[in-house]
């Protein structure tokens, strides 16, 4: 059974942080790209974050570059999201997707991705 399990969301003010947690079924730690996603209201989903199956890459999107840093423990089976001076902009549902034969590679984004969590809310607002 494959599932991802998203927490750690809630209400910050500007400029704080939050880390964002990913639980992966055994099946799903295993998938090549595990990525993170957002979705504001009323805007299209766009793709945060990816890492590699081996941790050996990982790539981000220009807007987070510098604030977000992705991880995993292999141990736990968990990817994590670590998010610091949060924006107003943040604002969304952070998603996360695992994707078995899709390469953590620069246009990581574009899917398609196998499964995908059911999200956790991140509001920054003062």
């Known amino acids: 059974q494959v599932q991802l399990v998203e927490s750690g969301g809630g209400l910050v003010q500007p400029g704080g942080a939050l880390r964002l947690s990913c639980a992966a079924s055994?099946?799903?730690?295993?998938?090549?790209?595990i990525a993170w996603f957002r979705q504001a209201p009323g805007k299209e989903r766009e793709g945060v974050s990816c890492i590699a199956k081996s941790g050996g890459s990982a790539y981000y999107a220009d807007s987070v570059k510098g604030r977000f840093t992705i991880s995993r423990d292999n141990a736990k089976r968990t990817i994590y999201l670590q998010i610091n001076n949060l924006k107003p902009e943040d604002t969304a549902v952070y998603y996360c997707?695992?994707?078995?034969?899709?390469?953590?590679?620069?246009?990581?984004?574009?899917?398609?991705?196998?499964?995908w969590g059911q999200g956790t809310q991140v509001t920054v607002s003062s």
């Open positions: 997707a695992a994707a078995w034969r899709l390469p953590c590679s620069s246009d990581y984004d574009r899917g398609p991705y196998d499964y």
């Open positions: 055994v099946l799903a730690f295993n998938f090549g790209t």
